[in-house]
């Protein structure tokens, strides 16, 4: 995929689907390639669209309740039996409640169950901090044996909930409640621990992930008018990362930008500058969250507030390359 493909030009045309209803349609799919699949839920069926499974396989859904740590331990018992389970719930509370029962009954005994964390990032919107998870995306990663993936949009959503049914380990999927850009296609690429080469550069490298690749591509169409020439980078997973990506984008750049809706400590960001400070010590910048809680508010608002919108991320990234140092300086490739 090339930014010309993509349509960055206006985000109030542009079609727009919940990631969660990509979910719920790959978590449909998987369930008729497999009657391994079986789904479970902490009461929270509709919001996590997880009823078209209900109500296509009854007999493979169970309504857990209001008792995550008990969602978690139950699926990690139908995996070691030989089963696929799918658990569903607000990421707030499933990792956000659950943590420990998900590192000890599937992480650490390395069974493959499958995590679904909904209303992830800000635009939850004005159900306000406490239920706008941003600190997942470093809980899930730092446990061993853990694939984490955070799909762009609905399409993409549909091919990784898929993916995961058949990967054999456990697995994170990180969903965002609110509408979001639909600029994947059906024939769009998607491996798991493989990046997305969306657009070539050589002043900048953009590696975003989840709802805000769609504004890192808006931001580098209003940069490339600057005459700032970015490469642009989608990471739908986060664990494992796909380092030589990375590596060679930065090699060519010399000037790394993260972007995420989450926390940039432990998150995307400090998963890329993990890589680079081991292999290719390189000058970078972390758009996110920073060290901050969420507030109230419409998502959108809320985007712009925390300076996730593309014209802000395009402002960030160009007023960072004007402060730094000559190309001399930075070594730069």
Known sequence: MRLADVDTSDFATIRQETIRSGFGKGLLAAGRESDRVVALCADLTESTQMHLFRD??????????????????????????????????????????????????????????????????????????????????????VLPNMVVVAPADSIEAEKATRKIAVNDAPSYLRLARDKTPVFTRPDTPFEIGKALHLQRGNDVTIVATGTMTYEALAAARILSERGINADVLHLATIKPLDEDAILASAALTRRVVTVEEAQIAGGLGGAVAEVLSEHLPTIMMRIGIRDRFGESGGPRELLDHFGLTAPHIARSVSAWLEALPSSGDTQRG
Not at 57 to 81: C, M, W
Not at 86 to 113: C, H, M
Request: charged share 15%; glycine share 10%.
């Open 56 to 141: 296509a396989f009854p007999d493979r859904f169970i309504q857990v309740g209001v008792a995550e740590q008990n969602l978690v331990t139950v699926a990690a018992g139908l995996a070691h039996a030989g089963f696929i389970p799918f658990t569903t719930s607000y990421a707030a509370f499933s990792p956000g409640r659950n943590w420990e029962q998900i590192k000890t009954t599937a992480a650490l005994n390395d069974q493959p169950v499958k995590i679904v964390g909904a209303h992830t990032g800000i635009n939850v919107g004005p159900d306000g901090a406490t239920h706008q998870m941003l600190e997942d995306i470093a809980l899930m990663r």
